[in-house]
Nanobody, 122 residues
Framework: VQLQASGGGLVQPGGSLIVSCEAYGFSSDFYAIGWFRQAPGKEREGISCLSISDGVTVYDDSVKGRFSISRAQAKNTVYLQMNSLKSEDTAIYYC????????????????WGRGTLVTVSS
């Protein structure tokens, strides 16, 4: 299984950004793609997840109402639309995947993409 993440960059507070993640190698649809982030000096935290088999989405309270996770018609691609960005959203963003349903526990995922830096600053 491989993951390819793209997106990220520098954005002003209140702005928007989208990151995407493609997962390759699963033989069935029973897997989930989660987004995590890690700010300097902090632990990696789960912020959103999408279950590929049934489309169920979950969000952490810190991003609920501002971030939106969705999948492309090619179901192995997931987008994270980030709106109303705040300075505290600055972090390295990672996508992760594994068989099963969504989880915000990093240990639930065996496969991780390379992180992409999101910086929210004026």
């Amino acid at each position: 299984v491989q993951l390819q993440a793209s997106g990220g960059g520098l954005v002003q507070p209140g702005g928007s950004l989208i990151v995407s993640c493609e997962a390759y190698g699963f033989s069935s649809d029973f897997y989930a793609i989660g987004w995590f982030r890690q700010a300097p000096g902090k632990e990696r935290e789960g912020i959103s997840c999408l279950s590929i088999s049934d489309g169920v989405t979950v969000y952490d309270d810190s991003v609920k109402g501002r971030f939106s996770i969705s999948r492309a018609q090619a179901k192995n691609t997931v987008y994270l639309q980030m709106n109303s960005l705040k300075s505290e959203d600055t972090a390295i963003y990672y996508c992760a995947t594994d068989e099963g349903r969504c989880s915000f526990l990093p240990r639930a995922y065996r496969y991780w993409g390379r992180g992409t830096l999101v910086t929210v600053s004026s």
